[in-house]
């Protein structure tokens, strides 16, 4: 997988074409979850793209500064990974190339993120550490975790 590491603005049509469908067709259509994720956000943000050999975007992340989503973290969200790659260990590369990327833009920040509860050990995995109680965000239990600094 080809990984890049973009703000909103250094984004072409083509690559934001393809990160709002692959985020639409998990988030929307498989997860069965109608939610407006075009939330203003994307332009303050910086988006993680991993793409395969036949220039199919495969997996993503959305990166924000703190006081965007959360008043005291940066964030780290929208992870998907394509039905095309999942359980192949795309998730897991596009993260880690995501806190890299964290470190670098936001130094010395700790990241928040709102994980579905499904995947909370995915996430423990990767260094973050679960906090407060479990929370219905878009009718899926979610829980907030942190990654230190």
């Not at 890049?4 to 979850?33: G, H, P, T, W």
């Not at 965007?68 to 190339?97: F, Q, W």
Request: proline share 2%.
């Amino acid at each position: 997988m080809k990984i890049k590491c973009l703000s909103f603005y250094q984004l072409n049509l083509d690559e934001i074409y393809a990160s709002m469908a692959l985020r639409q067709q998990v988030f929307v259509v498989e997860q069965n979850c109608p939610y407006l994720d075009a939330d203003g956000y994307d332009q303050e943000g910086w988006h993680v793209m991993g793409w395969d050999e036949e220039g199919d975007l495969v997996a993503y992340t959305r990166l924000l500064p703190k006081g965007t989503s959360y008043e005291n973290y940066a964030s780290l969200g929208r992870v998907v990974s394509s039905s095309k790659v999942r359980g192949k260990g795309a998730g897991k590369e596009i993260m880690i190339a995501s806190i890299e990327w964290c470190k670098k833009l936001f130094p010395n920040q700790e990241v928040k993120i709102s994980a579905q509860v499904y995947a909370l050990d995915f996430y423990r995995n990767l260094g973050f550490e679960a906090m407060g109680e479990e929370y219905l965000e878009d009718d899926i239990l979610h829980m907030s975790m942190i990654l230190k600094n």
